[in-house]
């Protein structure tokens, strides 16, 4: 059965810290690439970031780069996004997805035509 758990969310002041954990299981990690969305209340999912599991090339958000940062760890099949300087804009379920990736141009995309989804986090930024 594929599995993909996001957790980590949580109620935090801006410019605070956050770090998001999404565990995969069930398919072969190592051959997808791995992207993280959001979703506010009102709002469409839009793409945060992404990682490829070719090169490990990421792949950010305009409203995003600079203050968030996603690595993977291969051995514990795990995707992290740090989350720094947060701000209330960040307010949002945050999901993680798997995507099957390609060579040599990376899957990574910011549509939401994902393979595999999880069940997403609340992360809540207060002013």
């Known amino acids: 059965e594929v599995q993909l758990q996001a957790s980590g969310g949580g109620l935090v002041q801006a410019g605070g810290s956050l770090r998001l954990s999404c565990a995969a299981s069930g398919f072969t990690f190592d051959d997808y690439a791995i992207g993280w969305f959001r979703q506010a209340p009102g709002k469409e999912r839009e793409g945060v970031s992404c990682?490829?599991?070719?090169?490990?090339?990421?792949y950010y958000a305009g409203s995003v780069k600079g203050r968030f940062t996603i690595s993977s760890d291969n051995a514990k099949n795990t995707v992290y996004l740090q989350m720094n300087s947060l701000k209330p804009e960040d307010t949002a379920v945050y999901y993680c997805a798997a995507l099957f990736d390609t060579y040599p141009e990376a899957a990574c995309r910011w549509d939401p035509s994902y393979d595999y989804w999880g069940q997403g986090t609340q992360v809540t930024v207060s002013s």
């Open positions: 990682i490829s599991s070719n090169d490990g090339s990421t």
